[in-house]
């Protein structure tokens, strides 16, 4: 059985009595079920974009993932296409809308908030876990009171047929897809009409023979972590939801004091690789919105979550160790991509000394998510430094307050 509580933790944030208490209660009892023995590692990620934005955004992907285009498939309302690297790797699932008028309970959750109204249609919509057994995990699941769409919602909506789906989180608006599938076996997602379209298919070949032009194509590894921002006061109940959904552990918790925040990771219990199974990260603001004007603290996360909602902010991309052309690695990724036209929010910042560089991207123009890069210097086994933290949230907070006077001005 596994004794998901006999991991290591770091971190120096305090939690309450609360989320220690419930944080070996919830796990505990999640071994004893065997739940944490039938869920395994994030086998794809789900996202939607407008109309008319998938091909561009494939393209963008395709140069600065490691990602391929593998098939497009058509259902009555949507065009899901499909990314892979291997099976070892979680695939991108990039869903677009046809018609822009389409309503539904994912466009629902961007529609109240000031920047995400924006893109009504475009957002992460959350991760689909393998597991070995799906009629068992799902009716534990729902003894512990989780919510899962109907076979007939799920087909309204055009969601995968063979994929058990919660209903979106109320702490991060992600939903929980579970797909039976043993390790041997390929991924296929019940949904529409199968094509290799033409158009994908040339932008994408167009991104790899750029990435190979610019020599950066060996040097892009698999995701490494998915980082969620959110409330203040849904840190610790986010953290214990996804834990109970997933076979995840508590990894630990960093107070970035000189930012209001921290930063909250979980890992996967069955790979001790993040690129087998990426972390789950998720940051919070230290205190709400409300109280920044008694306490003239900065808020870049609470400000974000106030413009977008919850949701997931960044995907972050490993890049191999090693230098070249002699620059470390994650300094000529950046140089080359620049080349191409992708703004990055500051320069690569942390050293060979302290384990690690790290960088943003500009957030994508067809999913606002942001690409980090992370190149870890030889054993190195953590996720960022404190000052590294702190200056990439300062980084994507400018640029969101930015965003923020466009649209109080009325500007696109």
Known sequence: MMQSLNFARYGDKENSPFFEEYLVRLLEERDRVGLSDMIYQIDAIMLTVDPGHSIS???ELCLMTPYHYLVTLESESHWTHILRI???????????????????????????????????????????????????????????????????????????????????SPYTHNIVGYMERPPEQLRVYALGLSNIRSDVQDVYLAAKELQKKRE?????????????????????????????????????????????????????THFS???RSPAKVFTANNTPYFVNHLEKLPSPTETFVRNYGPRLHHVALAV????????????????????EGQDFLLDVIGSKAEGLKQIFSNASEHSSLIIEYVQRFGEFKGFFTKQNVAELTHAAGVADELLELQAESGGS
């Open 273 to 275: 690789d993040e690129i």
């Open 86 to 168: 291997t099976l070892d790797h979680p695939d991108l699932i990039v869903r677009e809308v046809k018609d822009p008028r389409i309503q539904g309970i994912f466009r629902s959750l961007n529609e109240v908030y000031p920047i995400g109204s924006r893109k009504p249609n475009s957002r992460y919509m959350g991760e689909i876990l393998r597991v070995s057994d799906l009629h068992s995990v799902v009716e534990l699941q729902k003894e512990r009171e989780f919510r899962f769409f109907t076979q007939d919602q799920i087909r309204k909506l055009e969601l995968p047929g063979n994929v058990a789906i919660s209903k979106p």
């Open 320 to 339: 191999a160790d090693g230098e070249r052309h002699g620059i470390e690695n994650i300094e000529y990724v950046v140089e080359q991509i620049k080349q």
């Open 216 to 268: 950066i194509d060996d040097l892009l590894l698999p995701i490494d972590h998915l980082a969620t921002r959110i409330y203040s006061q849904n840190r610790e109940v986010a953290i214990l939801e996804w834990l109970s959904l997933s076979s995840y552990y508590y990894w630990g918790s960093y107070d970035i004091k000189n930012q209001n925040s921290s930063t909250n990771v979980t890992k996967s």
């Open 57 to 59: 955004y494939i393209a």
